[in-house]
Nanobody, 115 residues
Framework: QVQLVESGGGLVQPGGSLKLSCAASGFAFKNYAVNWYRQAPGKARALVATMDSRYSTNYPDSVKGRFSIFRVNAKNTAYLEMNNLKLEDTAVYYC?????????WGQGTQVTVSS
């Protein structure tokens, strides 16, 4: 059974940090690219980080220099490290794995940045 489970969200003050996790099971995680998305209330889901199976990464300008995606294939887990968080980073964060003709989504984890 394929599963992607995000964790690590929560409430943080502006300028703070969080590390999100995406634990995968039921498929060959190491062969898949990993993307992190976020969706704020009333807005479309937006891509915030990508990492392919060769560890190449990409970020939009809105998070570049603050967010970092990495993966530990031995643990079938991807991570999103978020630093210097801003109010506008508040959203539900999702991970997605793509590969072998498949696309899997997690259920999301809430990140709230508030003073």
């Amino acid at each position: 059974q394929v599963q992607l489970v995000e964790s690590g969200g929560g409430l943080v003050q502006p300028g703070g940090s969080l590390k999100l996790s995406c634990a995968a099971s039921g498929f060959a995680f190491k062969n898949y690219a990993v993307n992190w998305y976020r969706q704020a209330p009333g807005k479309a889901r937006a891509l915030v980080a990508t990492m392919d199976s060769r560890y190449s990464t990409n970020y939009p300008d809105s998070v570049k220099g603050r967010f970092s995606i990495f993966r530990v294939n031995a643990k079938n887990t991807a991570y999103l490290e978020m630093n210097n968080l801003k109010l506008e980073d508040t959203a539900v964060y999702y991970c997605k794995c793509i590969g072998d003709g498949n696309e899997f989504w997690g259920q999301g984890t809430q990140v709230t940045v508030s003073s």
